[in-house]
Each structure stands twice: as structure tokens, then as C-alpha cells.
């Protein structure tokens, strides 16, 4: 079996280390104006908003410490490098970050319920959320225009999130998106709070964005824990490897194809092909190269390719071989 691997640990593009610092930085500024502004108003919103905001800002810490991680290069107890540190931190923030987060919420929504207090100093409050708004507004466009370099044309973005190996964006999109809708959720109850004179309507927008919290992380995890756990890629992608593979002169059949994303940019071949048994050495290499090469260049992401030469045999001759290696073994 030969194998090739080539090996670069420059930053990708699925990293989007300019998106996890536009991030963090709105994130952290978010997080300490609606803490403030939860203890001059008593909003209930903004405080489950202000945990919402600190658990993005550790987000943004893992992700970083993840792309850092991966970019080490491999070697002999990680053969196959530290690509998928980028899916065990993004999998620690599905579930400890945006579970607690939702978790926290949904408890002071309960709070809110049993020991109701009216809003004080609605201005602070609203001036706030426009801040905040405007923030994460600038956090998602930056992670927008990031992903939007590989996004296949025609792909809407619901789509792009379910298929992309891109774990930064993933989580940055789906939180971004998250913040800004919880903060509409919190400009609600806030509002209806005031309008109605009742305060269960802030109880109600915490409870909301508890649950929107509970939604990303279930999301999160499901999508990351397939990636975590070892993801070929899709059929339409194995489609065009084997039809790549065919068009070398001197493979005459393609018997097994296996692929696995060892990180968001980095994919690992292995395959095994039939040669003519009248082919010499000198020409199955050659034609083993020609298959990498082809590979490597519809393929940027393969870092690690295995193939595995065999010859045809018919039934007959396999029945006879596996005869013989029979009589050897009762033999010894």
C-alpha cells in the first residue's frame, strides 16, 4: 500500500479567526453593558441576555484554543495530526456553554414567574439593547463574509450550516443569529412588560430565550458529535473521486473507496484498485502517483491518501488461492 501525505498548518479559510475576534470582542463589551443595565432596571431578560453574552465570549476563547490546537503537526501518537481539536471544542460548547446558558435562562424565566418586579429605568434598558444590537449585527456580518468565500453558489445558508465541515462558522453563525434574535425576545417582553403593567411578559421573554439557547446546543450537537465521532464526505464528492480515479489509463476497477474528515479542511483517501496482472511494478507506481496527483488537484483538502494496488482475479482463481493458503495452514 503506498500512501502520501502533505502537510500545511497555515490558517484556512474555515477558521475564521477574524470572525472569533470580531466575536469575542462585541461579546465581551455586550456582556458588562447588560449586566449593568440588569441592575439598574431589574430585567429579568437582561440578565439571562448577559449570561447568554459571557457564554459567547467563552465560546469564542474555545474556538480559538480549538483552531490553535488543530494547527499542530502530526506526529507519532497523532499520525494523522490534531485537525479534529476544532470539533471536541466546538463539541465542549454545545454542551456545557449553550446548555448551561439555556439552562440558567429558563430557571430565571421560572424565577422571574414566581417573584415578579416591575421595570425600572426602561431608557437604560433600551439603550442597551440597541448597543447590543448593533454589536452583534457587526459580529454576524463579519462571520457572514467569511463564509460566504466557499459557500457553494445557489446553497442557502440553513443548507450551508447542515452540510459545511466549518465548525467556527457553524458556531459563530448560529450564535451571532441566536444573540440577535434573543435580544428581539427581550426588547419584546421588555416593551409588553411597560405597555401592559405586567411584569410576567419579561419572565416570558427570558423563558424564550432560554429556550432558543437549548435549540442552538441541541443543533450544535448533532451536527458536531457526526463530525467528532468520523464523516466520510458525501456521495456526490466519493461520485467524483471515482469517476477521477477511473480516468487513469492503467487502473482497470475501483474496489473500495473510504473517506474521513480528520479536520474542517482535511480529508483522508483510502482506496484499493485493480491493476493487470501484466503490469509491471514501474507502471502500477505510476499509475498510483497519476491517481494522487489527480486527486490532490480536484481535491485541495486531501492531506492523507492510501492506495492499495491488487490484481484481478475470477472466481476460479480466488477459490484456488484460497485453497492453497488453507493446505498451508494445516499444513504447519
Not at 52 to 62: E, P, R, T
Not at 124 to 133: E, G
Request: proline letters at 3%; a positive charge; glycine letters at 6%.
Amino acid at each position: 500500500m503506498k500512501s502520501s501525505k502533505k502537510s500545511s498548518k497555515e490558517p484556512g479559510p474555515h477558521e475564521g479567526k477574524g470572525a472569533i475576534l470580531a466575536a469575542f470582542i462585541a461579546n465581551v463589551g455586550i456582556a458588562i453593558s447588560k449586566m449593568i443595565a440588569f441592575m439598574v432596571t431589574g430585567a429579568s431578560s437582561l440578565l439571562a441576555e448577559a449570561v447568554h453574552s459571557l457564554a459567547d465570549s467563552s465560546n469564542q476563547i474555545l474556538l480559538y484554543i480549538g483552531t490553535k490546537k488543530s494547527r499542530k503537526a502530526p506526529s507519532r501518537t497523532h499520525p494523522f495530526g490534531y485537525g479534529r481539536a476544532h470539533f471536541v471544542y466546538a463539541f465542549m460548547i454545545s454542551i456545557v456553554l449553550f446548555i448551561l446558558g439555556g439552562a440558567f435562562a429558563m430557571y430565571e424565566g421560572i424565577h422571574k414567574i414566581l417573584h415578579p418586579a416591575m421595570i425600572e429605568s426602561p431608557v437604560v434598558a433600551y439603550i442597551v439593547l440597541v448597543l447590543a444590537v448593533l454589536l452583534e449585527g457587526f459580529a454576524l456580518r463579519t462571520a457572514l463574509r467569511e463564509a460566504r468565500e466557499f459557500k457553494p453558489k445557489g446553497q442557502n445558508w440553513w443548507r450551508f450550516l447542515r452540510d459545511t465541515k466549518s465548525v467556527n462558522h457553524v458556531v459563530l453563525a448560529m450564535e451571532d443569529s441566536a444573540a440577535l434574535l434573543g435580544l428581539s425576545f427581550a426588547a419584546m417582553g421588555i416593551t409588553l412588560s411597560l405597555v401592559t403593567g405586567n411584569p410576567i411578559w419579561d419572565a416570558v421573554a427570558t423563558l424564550m430565550i432560554g429556550g432558543l439557547l437549548i435549540f442552538v446546543a441541541v443543533f450544535l450537537f448533532r451536527e458536531i458529535q457526526s463530525l467528532l465521532i468520523g464523516e466520510s464526505a458525501d456521495r456526490e464528492t466519493e461520485q467524483k473521486m471515482q469517476d477521477v480515479v477511473m480516468s487513469v489509463k492503467d487502473v482497470d476497477h475501483l474496489v473500495d473507496l473510504k473517506t474521513l474528515y480528520t479536520g474542517p479542511n482535511e480529508l483522508f483517501i483510502a482506496m484499493k484498485i485493480i491493476v493487470s496482472g501484466s503490469d509491471s511494478a514501474k507502471t502500477v507506481a505510476a499509475a498510483i502517483d497519476e491517481v494522487e496527483a489527480r486527486l490532490r488537484r480536484e481535491f485541495p483538502i486531501a492531506r492523507l491518501i492510501y492506495i492499495e494496488p491488487d490484481v484481478y482475479k475470477s472466481k476460479r482463481q480466488q477459490k484456488i488461492s484460497d485453497e492453497a493458503i488453507q493446505q498451508t495452514i494445516n499444513n504447519s
